[in-house]
């Protein structure tokens, strides 16, 4: 249980700068107008899936894409050194799982001195569109990330560039990676590209290096030439090291399991479980959300709060974690309160707030259920309360009703990702901004879910649930962020579930169920 004391003294109503995200805003912006405006080599850049529907902006909004498009050119120029390269077609899981995956992949570069990541090759997929995925660079900062890499000791993302990462000694140039379809090279790509592809039954590492002239790119040697002036070997060979998922996909994910083995137990004195490892903290500070992305979410929520200083509204996030795969998750659901009207009981004994912001798949919750569902009465009688207690929190704000206004309730996820527009890297045409949007691309629920990450990291407390990969990486980055600002302002973690609310202090508490 939590006094309210203790909440009135952890969740203040602070005149809060928005930090991070603001200050990187205004940062790369005035360092885009600064850039001198010269053309590049667009064909070097492949940023995004080809067959999108595309709409072309003006061109005021050209010349400053183009500044920022040199300063991404220069910064991603790879150099002669091993490259890791991901050669699943795209990272498996949700947003949160893949991240895991992603954290594994950055640190197997960082234990064998890899300094360069092949940007290109990595890909985000959306669960709810098998087939479809997103470059990493749709999504997230790459010029934030590769400024600041080497303050952490982590590697650059990079470019693809032919002759520079692959040596080829005999006349034929044999590369390694395929521009046009962005995947590790010599394989049955139809394949591997297919929407009936099912990454856990398969593994693509067995068919990496196929037809033998590809047999070069199958290798595992982490110790290929470190520096370009030592001795090449004889015939072809790449700088780019392959490395991803195996049969059942789980080998990034063990990886992860394997960094985390310290965090098994808490603390005797404190019950803090210990801080993640430097390499983890150091992504969940590198990895920020794209330009794009990060002005939508400003703008969603000055529209929902305001922008006056004074009084800054608090603001309470809320991950319940209630969708219908939740209800029906086995070995999960025993973590978590399933019923939304006792979550929103809980943290009704919360001080004051002026927002809240939920963080739902409103497709998984407003939508029918599973026919699987039929079979527990129980979970059905819940998941179809929850959507209306959903429902009339919107209409009537939350505790409100048809004849008092509640608390106003925001749902950015998907309506934020809808105003969003992601500008295409390979430009081709001068005298217009091609931009895509992430329907168009398809990944509409993976984009909501890293506005709604990004969202909670903003909110003055956050409430999230015990068994969720994407509450507890919230739960850490803010503890992280509280730990960096040192301005007093606590973390205001509180996790919901089965017996109530309580304060969490410390990072996450190791995930109970997979
Ligand atoms: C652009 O780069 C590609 C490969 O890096 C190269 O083949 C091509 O000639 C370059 N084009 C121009 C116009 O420089
Ligand atoms: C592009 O996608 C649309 C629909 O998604 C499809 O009808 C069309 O054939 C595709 N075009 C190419 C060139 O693949
Ligand atoms: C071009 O875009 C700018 C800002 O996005 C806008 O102010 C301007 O009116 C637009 N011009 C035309 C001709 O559409
Ligand atoms: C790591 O790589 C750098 C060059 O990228 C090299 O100077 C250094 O000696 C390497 N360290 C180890 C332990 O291999
Ligand atoms: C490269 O990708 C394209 C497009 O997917 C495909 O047609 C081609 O066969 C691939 N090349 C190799 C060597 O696999
Ligand atoms: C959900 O919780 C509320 C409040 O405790 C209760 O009235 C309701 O019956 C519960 N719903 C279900 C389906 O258990």
Known sequence: ????????????????????LISTYIFTVNLYSQIELTSF???????????????????????????????YMKLTTPLPL???????????GGFRNQHMRFVAFVNKAVEHNISQLLLPSLRWGDVSQPGWSVGHEVLFDVVYWNRRAGEFGLPRLVRYEADVLERNIEKEVIPCFNVSSSMYSGLNEKKWRSKGIVLRQNSLWDYLGEPSKYAHCKHQNFDVIQ??????????????VPHGGTKASGRLWWEYDGMQRHRSKPDELT?????????????????????????????????????????????????????????????????????????????????????LFVAVSKALVDGKPPDKMNRYKDLMRIALENKIVLNQARNYGVFGSKDQKGIPMLESGTSTTRKIEFPVMEQ?????????????????????????????????????????????????????????RGDGVGENNFVVGPNGMRQLFGPAEPLPCK
């Open 1 to 20: 249980m939590v006094t309210a004391t203790t909440n009135r003294r952890r969740i203040r109503i602070a005149c809060r700068t928005l930090s991070f």
């Open 271 to 355: 019950g803090k479980y210990p801080d993640h490892l430097p390499i983890e903290q150091a992504v969940y500070k590198l990895l920020i959300p794209s330009l794009p992305i990060r002005r939508a979410i400003r703008e969603s929520l000055n529209e929902a709060i305001g922008t006056s200083t004074i009084n800054k509204p608090t603001v309470v996030a809320l991950h319940p974690r209630i969708e219908h795969d939740m209800l029906l998750h086995d070995i999960c659901n025993e973590f978590m309160q399933l019923n939304l009207t006792k979550i929103f009981d809980s943290i009704r004994i919360m001080p004051k707030f002026d927002l």
């Open 227 to 240: 520096n370009s002036h030592k001795e090449i070997p004889n015939g072809p060979m790449t700088f780019l």
């Open 82 to 92: 091993p490259t890791l390269t991901y050669y699943d077609p795209h990272l498996m």
């Open 428 to 484: 081709r045409n001068s005298n217009g901004l091609e931009v895509v949007t992430a329907k168009s691309l398809r990944v509409t629920e993976l984009v909501a879910s890293v506005v709604n990450f990004f969202t909670a990291l903003e909110a003055d407390a956050f409430v999230g649930v015990r068994g969720s990969t994407f509450s507890q990486d919230v739960f850490s980055v803010r503890y992280y962020q509280h730990q960096d």
């Open 41 to 71: 080599n667009a064909s070097s850049s492949n940023a995004i899936q080809k067959n999108t529907t595309t709409q072309i902006k003006n061109e005021s909004s050209t010349s400053s894409f183009n500044d920022f498009l040199i300063e």
